[in-house]
């Protein structure tokens, strides 16, 4: 397109760029729309204050701590050492967070940890994480897990120590021990709070009516009540 040198040159010359942007999002549009699950932070880090806003409404993280106040402690997390309580879940499996929330230093950083203990049997029940990818490293035993695809087709695999596995953003998915130990892993996630979206809570732990959930699940009221009430209670 060839600028016009008249009155409306300006005029001209926001069309020739609006243009070329157009081109650009039609060529490459992953390219140029791609980012971090989190925004890229504005300063080398920004330690969270987490009681500055107790009751309160925060946006992408928390407000910073004083850097005159931060310590090499406020980078450092060591509630990943130990094994968590599989015994009060109902599921013989359970997470420990390493989240924003229990790791000040995550804040802004786009990153976030959790470990995972697995009896054999142990499930993580199918959930989602909507504002992160994850990845799963498996420390010890062996593990099935997958997810689900937008077109409905599940992609699962058997892990063993020292593989490694990836959950896209916002599918739903799963951690299951088929081994006969205990197992244990180590999951990050490229935002400082994925968010969990635990999907039998989102359908029974929510009051959603009844005759909803019997048309989708083309079952019983009663089955659905059942359901409901047999939820593992720590999930929810």
């Keep these: 397109m060839a600028l016009v040198?008249?009155?409306?040159?300006?005029?001209?010359?926001?069309?020739?760029?609006l243009f070329a942007l157009s081109i650009i999002c039609v060529l490459d549009p992953i390219q140029f729309f791609a980012h971090a699950a989190d925004p890229d932070p504005l300063q080398d880090f920004c330690v969270a204050d987490t009681t500055a806003v107790?009751?309160?409404?925060?946006?992408?993280?928390?407000?910073?701590?004083?850097?005159?106040?931060?310590t090499s402690d406020d980078f450092v997390?060591?509630?990943?050492?130990n094994k968590g309580n599989t015994s009060v879940t109902g599921t013989d499996a359970v997470i420990t967070f390493a989240l924003v929330d229990q790791y000040p230093g995550l804040n802004?950083?786009?990153?976030?940890?959790?470990?995972l203990d697995l009896e054999p049997g142990g499930?993580?029940?199918l959930h989602s994480h909507p504002l992160a990818t994850e990845t799963i490293f498996v420390v010890e035993g062996t593990i099935n897990t997958g997810f689900v695809s937008h077109e409905n087709i599940?992609?699962?695999k058997i892990l063993q120590k020292g593989d490694v596995f990836i959950f896209p953003r916002g599918l739903l998915h799963f951690q299951e021990n088929v081994g006969n130990k205990s197992a244990i892993c180590f999951n990050s996630f490229n935002a400082q709070f994925p968010a969990l979206l635990l999907a039998a809570n989102q359908m029974f732990a929510t009051n959603i009516s009844t005759t909803v959930l019997t048309k989708s699940f083309g079952a019983s009221q009663i089955a659905m009540k059942y359901?409901?009430?047999?939820?593992?209670?720590y999930w929810g």
Excluded: W
């Design 123 to 125: 499930v993580i029940p």
């Design 54 to 70: 107790e009751g309160g409404v925060r946006m992408n993280g928390y407000p910073c701590k004083d850097r005159a106040l931060v």
């Design 77 to 81: 997390f060591t509630g990943l050492r």
């Design 108 to 115: 802004t950083q786009g990153i976030s940890h959790v470990r």
């Design 5 to 17: 040198k008249n009155k409306g040159g300006g005029v001209a010359r926001i069309q020739y760029v």
């Design 154 to 156: 599940l992609f699962s």
């Design 227 to 233: 359901l409901a009430a047999v939820l593992p209670r």
